[in-house]
C-alpha cells in the first residue's frame, strides 16, 4: 500500500485522464472529480483486497490445500477497478468494486 500513495498526485491525475475519450471531449471538472473520488477510493479497495488475499489464504488451509478455493475468493476481492477515471464518473464505464 506504501508503493501506491508514493505514487504521487501527478501519476493519479495521469491514471484519471486515461479514458478511452479524447481530453477535450471531457468537462474539466470530471479530472478532478476523477482524482478526489480516487483518493478516497483506491485505500479503501487495497484493504478490501488485502482481507480478501488474507480470506482467500484461510480458505486454502480450511480446503486442505484447495486452490480454487482461494483463487474464488481472490478473484473476487482483488479484480475490479482501482482508480476512478472521468469516463466512470460520466457513466460511460462500470465501477467494478468486487471483481468479475
Not at 479514458?19 to 479503501?44: D, H, K, M, N, S
Not at 488475499?53 to 480454487?68: E, F, I, Q
Amino acid at each position: 500500500m506504501r508503493r501506491l500513495w508514493s505514487m504521487g498526485w501527478s501519476a493519479l491525475v495521469a491514471l484519471a485522464m486515461s479514458g478511452p475519450v479524447q481530453a477535450e471531449e471531457r468537462a474539466p471538472i470530471a479530472y478532478v472529480g476523477a482524482v478526489a473520488t480516487t483518493v478516497f477510493y483506491l485505500p479503501v479497495k487495497v484493504v478490501y483486497a488485502g482481507l480478501g488475499g488474507t480470506v482467500g489464504g484461510l480458505s486454502l488451509l480450511v480446503t486442505g490445500g484447495n486452490p480454487d478455493a482461494f483463487f474464488a475468493v481472490w478473484d473476487a476481492a482483488g479484480g475490479g477497478t482501482y482508480v476512478v477515471t472521468p469516463a466512470m464518473l460520466e457513466g460511460d464505464e462500470e465501477v467494478r468494486f468486487v471483481g468479475p
